[in-house]
């Protein structure tokens, strides 16, 4: 199946710097790539995604970059606030596959 | 809006007992899936169901099974509860067309004692 792996663990900001986490896979057929973010006692949700036939995409102060040669795509959070503090999830679809392989998070923590 | 809803937000139970936690999805999901989430080991992957009474064992289902009797509807048990099974258990559903994000109930935490 697919291995997602993700880079780093933990990552403390200053409020106001960008953050960035990585991510890269396994299979080349995978197609879907969304991101999760899980704040304390809460359940992941969906912050933002991206399909194989686009290299980028934005929402307001979160981008994803896709990188389908070397097999890596990125979380960008820019002009990070305190709220962004939580654990952040990648994934990847592998065709034909139910589920979504995840990797093993991302704590982020701004610091005022 | 996708609602994954979990019967219990907090569950204790007994070394022995038998544990069921249900979860209920209401956009006729084919996929069904159940997660443990531990300090630091991510979201592992336990059993899922592509269909009803369908499952797929995942990457630790020793000590788990399922029941998908309906469509909306997948359990998870705990044959003999045991205290290594204390951690956050997350159900999610998911449609069975590509390209779609799976959508995650708030979670039941669960103690054995």
């Known amino acids: 199946g697919e291995n997602v792996e993700q880079h780093p663990s933990t990552l403390s900001v200053q409020e106001g710097d960008s953050a960035v986490i990585k991510c890269t896979y396994s299979?080349?057929?995978?197609?879907?790539f969304p991101w999760y973010k899980q704040e304390l006692g809460k359940r992941p949700q969906l912050i933002i995604d991206?399909?194989?036939?686009?290299g980028e995409k934005k929402d307001q102060r979160i981008a994803v970059t896709l990188n389908k040669t070397a097999k890596h795509f990125s979380l960008h959070i820019t002009e990070t606030q305190p709220e962004d503090s939580a654990v952040y999830f990648c994934a990847a679809d592998q065709t034909g596959a139910n589920n979504l392989f995840f990797g093993t998070g991302t704590r982020l923590t701004v610091i005022p | 809006d996708v609602k994954v809803t979990q019967s219990s937000r907090y569950l204790v139970k007994r070394t022995g007992e038998k544990v069921f936690l249900e979860c209920v999805q209401d956009m006729d999901h084919e996929n069904m899936f159940w997660y443990r989430q531990d300090p630091g080991l991510g979201l592992r992957l336990i059993y899922f169901s592509y269909d009803v009474k369908m499952k797929e064992k995942g990457d630790i289902p020793e000590g788990y099974s399922v029941s998908r009797e309906k469509k909306e509807r997948f359990s998870l048990i705990l044959e003999s509860a045991s205290t290594n099974q204390t951690s956050m258990y997350l159900c999610?559903?998911?449609?069975?067309?590509?390209?779609?994000?799976?959508?995650f109930g708030d979670g039941t935490r669960l103690s054995i004692l």
């Open positions: 991206i399909r194989s036939n686009v």
């Open positions: 299979d080349s057929a995978s197609n879907y």
């Open positions: 999610a559903s998911r449609t069975s067309a590509g390209g779609q994000p799976q959508h």
